[in-house]
């Protein structure tokens, strides 16, 4: 039995996943899931990226949106915005409610998130291992101009280049600013302080291979990686690690990643994306064929390459992904 652990984020990571478990239907599949989204709101526990793993391979996803519940329905956040309780830009709807307020009470009593991800997951039987990268809280804040520091004149400069600057939650910057603003620096906060969830070094340690979805490979992939002892496990473990480009002719396929990669000095390339992972963490790197230009610069930097469809617009066409994907890891492998 093929053993496959996948580091994911949101969307694309949850999309991926539907078509490498069509593919390989046997296989044993680990899924370690960002937690740097995690959000606090309304006195709740908020896991969008685990959550958009586990509604999407259960079924229960909002198929147009790419995350969220089917079926939603929203008052009780109508009823939130009636009494003036906010922040009303982000949309929790009323089955997604239900998620949240198990998860939060579970939390309470005082059940690690990787338990509670499990229990979680006995409902909706995503047909992989679900873990999060860390029990531990971890929250991504992205550094951007602050207006209101401009307009009163705070903020002097003390010579480390953040004077009118301030940060925000990641989902505050994605959510309601829609990245319409330029990311300084990305920062996943507390997670140098984290420990990897139980499970997640052994999975990797156990692989057969190791695959990076098309999730963005800041805040997605990159934080996952920021857990003191993921990003080492992986280089040490002996197996292929082959990564799948999240851009497609200089833009993302999805979301908004060029704003984050601009933010880590990274051009918006299936090229600086691969050379962003590195040899000593990549063996190889599947671009689309509108980049079969760059295969050549990525095989200089010494990972193999090949340019295959990387557009993820059915079942069947992502499940060829991911079997192209465990072909030139059996080629890395050989």
């Known amino acids: ?34 937690t740097g989204d995690d959000i606090h709101l309304f006195g709740l526990k908020v896991c969008p990226d685990l959550d958009t793993v586990m509604y999407t391979l259960g ?55 990787s338990a509670v991800t499990e229990a979680l997951c006995a409902r909706w ?8 990268m860390t029990d531990d809280r971890v929250e991504t804040h992205v550094l951007i101009d602050d207006p209101d520091a401009a307009d009163s004149g705070r903020g002097e400069d003390g010579g480390d280049g953040t004077a009118g600057r301030k940060a925000v939650h990641f989902q505050e910057y994605w959510v309601r600013l829609r990245a319409s603003v330029d990311a300084h620096a990305v920062v996943p906060v507390g997670a140098d302080a984290a420990r990897p969830a139980p499970g997640v070094l052994e999975a990797v340690a156990a692989a057969d291979t190791v695959i990076f979805p098309p999730s963005n490979p800041v805040v997605s992939v990159g934080t996952i990686l920021a857990v003191p002892g993921i990003r080492e496990a992986i280089a040490d473990a002996g197996v292929p690690v082959v990564g799948l480009s999240p851009i497609i002719g200089n833009a993302p396929v999805h979301g908004m990643a060029d704003k984050v990669l601009a933010a880590v000095g990274v051009e918006t390339t299936a090229a600086a994306v691969a050379a962003h992972y590195g040899s000593g963490l990549l063996d190889g790197w599947l671009v689309d064929t509108a980049d079969a230009d760059t295969v050549g610069a990525v095989e200089d930097a010494g990972i ?30 050989a």
Request: aromatic share 8%; glycine share 12%; hydrophobic share 45%.
């Open 59 to 113: 079924g229960g996803i909002h198929e147009e949106q790419g995350w969220g519940r089917a079926d939603e329905t929203f008052a009780v956040k109508e009823e939130l915005a009636a009494y003036g309780v906010g922040p009303e830009w982000f949309g929790l709807g009323d089955r997604d409610f239900a998620t949240h307020i198990v998860r939060t009470q579970m939390i309470s009593a005082g059940y690690p998130l």
């Open 304 to 333: 193999r390459c090949r340019a295959v469809p990387l557009l993820m617009s059915d079942e069947e066409t992502t499940a060829e992904m991911a079997r192209q994907a465990l072909a030139l890891a059996e080629e890395v492998r």
């Open 1 to 34: 039995m093929q053993r496959i652990v996948v580091l994911a984020g949101g969307i694309g990571g949850a999309r991926f996943l539907r078509g490498l478990r069509f593919a390989v239907p046997d296989a044993e599949i680990t899924v370690v899931g960002n």
């Open 125 to 132: 039987q995503p047909g992989v291992k679900l873990l999060p």
